[in-house]
């Protein structure tokens, strides 16, 4: 795949992923509130919103490995992980092989782990140079949102205000810092090669 493809490929991955977490946030907040099948439609549109998000991991690890090969790396395997496992775990809700509570503990560290992924990949591309800081910033954020939201849910539930206050920094500043990320590297104003 030439290098112009691969920005392609890599902009509408993270536009995608953007709408899949709003999905996520609404389908989220619909099974809660009324229940039913949005329960389902919310793991589906998590597995989508993982999967997307592997290639943007790509994409800023070919953006930073020059000014720090290991540490890009690192990042990158541990976001990959996150991701994987995240989705996994969501599909085989989907498909029903396991329950919520026998899922919970290990999405939330893999969502632990996207966060970090994202702090980190952020922290480098700002170090390269390879994202505007305002973009670099919203990564940032949306990371520590994904690891409050954790620490919150293991501290109380879904009811803990950490758990409230993370989701809402996760799913505002993904969506934002993936939007933007995706229009950067469609307009050609971001480019891996």
Known sequence: MDPSQLNILF?????LSAV???????????????????????????VIQMLLMLPIAAA???????????LALLAAAIGVAGMLI???????????????EQSAAATLFAGGA?????????????VAGALPAGLVLTGIVAGAGYV???????RGG????LFYA???????????????????????GLAVA
């Open 86 to 100: 995240a989705a996994v775990l969501q599909a085989l809700l989907v498909f029903r092989v396991v329950e919520y």
């Open 20 to 46: 899949a977490t709003l999905l996520t946030l609404i389908t989220g907040i619909l099974f809660f509130s009324a229940g039913g099948l949005f329960g389902p439609i919310n793991d589906a549109a998590s």
């Open 60 to 70: 800023l690890y070919l953006l930073t490995r020059h000014d720090a090969t290991a």
């Open 166 to 188: 993370g989701s809402g920094l996760a799913v505002i500043g993904y969506t934002v810092w993936g939007a933007w990320l995706g229009i950067l590297f469609l307009s050609g």
């Open 11 to 15: 902009g509408w991955a993270a536009i």
């Open 148 to 154: 409050l939201l954790v620490i919150g849910f293991r």
């Open 114 to 126: 996207v966060g970090i992924w994202l702090v980190l990949a952020n922290l480098l591309a700002l």
């Open 158 to 161: 879904q009811g803990h205000p």
